[in-house]
């Protein structure tokens, strides 16, 4: 932030326009629907498949949602926010609902294809939602915004599994319909509530032929390799290019990767540990409840709190708390307040620095935005789903050590997070510049 004014969580309520509150509205209905990652593998053993063909199938529905975020970036560019999540959600809809029709013997490549292409259409919408949120919001509250999405995420994902606890004691189908059900009902929320913009393309386009006809030159920016893609004559294939040329932004995915891999491990290895340190199920239920419950009712508050420090110092500082948290879950053996404890960090350094990460891509240029997003969504992606096989893999063999493990790769994100978000101070003014000319903006240091 460079406005010396404090963010206040309020301020930024009101602030929000009401367009992002439809838009935060409709994650919120969707992810309440969100059956199908979390309860694909066991609704396929109940009705009969082997363990290895649900396993398969989680498989494809991850790998149709890391090819999803990409293709999303890709329809928010050409067509715009709006025409995306619409067909995004539209898309998903019957592709969830009819999982129960294929889970049967004899139906298991059409059930691999059908859930492959529903986490493809599913996840789709999430660069759209992202890129309209960064539109619409005033800059001066981006952040606050994306913390306010990650909340309606996480509210969400909080209730999500006690809906569904009651809707299988009635029939385990109706998951996967009400799935279905939330997502249709998405998309005619945007059909009805959300703006109709121009897409980037389209605007690219129409800047190109003004400056065709005017005979203008564009000028040269001085941002970093990203600008390049920005260009009147970019195309995928150069926005991509561009990307892999920005060496600081490559930094960031690493982040993204690394971070994604030990966050994951809270829901991986822990649930593992806890049950060879021989806690009670119910103590892993405590455990998730105690962060659901911090982190809904105190992101927004931290986001505010924190928003006056550069970007990069609240990255840097969010990832060495996290590292320690998960550090100390290597110690629950001895007690579980230390699991507490180790959660309560890890939450802790999440809400520290997951806005500014989350919130990092949006600041590109309109022309690139939505592929930048969709790309750190897909990397993000790829690590949920490796997160298992790093997890499970080390834990057998590391036991208790493999969260000091975790705590120095998620320190390491940090340091890639620093490099990758810092940007460079403005120059100060020279000793011997004369007195500003009226208009001419005076630099009072860096910027966030």
């Not at 509150?21 to 082997?50: D, K, P």
């Not at 809906?163 to 249709?184: E, K, M, N, P, R």
């Amino acid at each position: 932030m460079t406005d010396d004014a404090p963010v206040r969580v309020f301020d930024a309520l009101k602030a929000t326009p009401t367009p992002v509150r439809y838009l935060l509205g409709g994650v919120l209905v969707n992810q309440l629907g969100a059956f199908v990652q979390t309860f694909l593998v066991l609704y396929l053993t109940f009705r009969g498949a082997s363990v290895s063909a649900a396993g398969l199938a989680l498989v494809a529905y991850s790998i149709g949602s890391i090819f999803g975020t990409m293709l999303g970036a890709e329809i928010t560019h050409r067509f715009g926010p709006r025409t995306t999540i619409m067909t995004a959600m539209a898309a998903s809809a019957p592709l969830v609902g009819s999982i129960s029709w294929l889970s049967g013997p004899g139906t298991l490549w059409p059930l691999l294809v059908v859930v492959g292409l529903a986490g493809l259409f599913t996840q789709a919408y999430r660069p759209a939602a992202a890129v309209l949120l960064s539109d619409l919001m005033p800059e001066r509250y981006q952040v606050m915004a994306f913390s306010m999405m990650r909340i309606a995420l996480n509210i969400g994902a909080a209730l999500a599994p006690l809906i569904a606890a009651v809707v299988i004691l009635v029939d385990w189908d109706l998951l996967f319909w009400i799935d279905g059900g939330t997502a249709l009902v998405y998309a005619l929320l945007a059909f009805a509530l959300l703006p109709k913009q121009v897409p980037q393309a389209q605007a690219q386009a129409q800047a190109e032929s003004e400056a065709d006809r005017e005979g203008a030159v564009p000028a040269a920016s001085e941002t970093d390799t990203a600008t390049e893609a920005a260009a009147p004559a970019a195309d995928s294939r150069s926005a991509y290019a561009a990307m892999l040329r920005d060496r600081k932004y490559l930094l960031y995915l690493g982040a993204i990767l690394l971070g994604s891999l030990t966050y994951a491990q809270g829901h991986i290895a822990l649930p593992l540990q806890l049950a060879a340190d021989h806690y009670p199920t119910s103590f892993y239920s405590t455990v998730l409840t105690v962060s659901s419950v911090v982190l809904i009712t105190c992101e927004l508050k931290i986001t505010a709190y924190l928003s006056r420090l550069p970007k990069h110092v609240r990255v840097i500082t969010g990832h060495l708390v996290e590292a320690v948290g998960l550090a100390v879950y290597g110690l629950s053996s001895r007690s579980g307040a230390f699991t507490i404890a180790g959660a309560v960090l890890v939450v802790f350094g999440i809400m520290i620095a997951a806005p500014s990460m989350f919130a990092h891509p949006a600041t590109f240029p309109a022309a690139v935005k939505a592929r930048y997003i969709g790309t750190m969504q897909a990397v993000g992606g790829a690590a949920s789903a490796l997160a298992p096989l790093f997890g499970v893999f080390l834990w057998t063999r590391l036991g208790g050590g493999f969260w000091l493990l975790c705590g120095i790769v998620t320190a390491a994100a940090g340091l890639l997070a620093l490099a990758g978000v810092r940007q460079p101070p403005e120059p100060a003014p020279a000793k011997d510049a004369g007195p500003r000319t009226e208009g001419e903006p005076e630099v009072v240091g860096g910027t966030s």
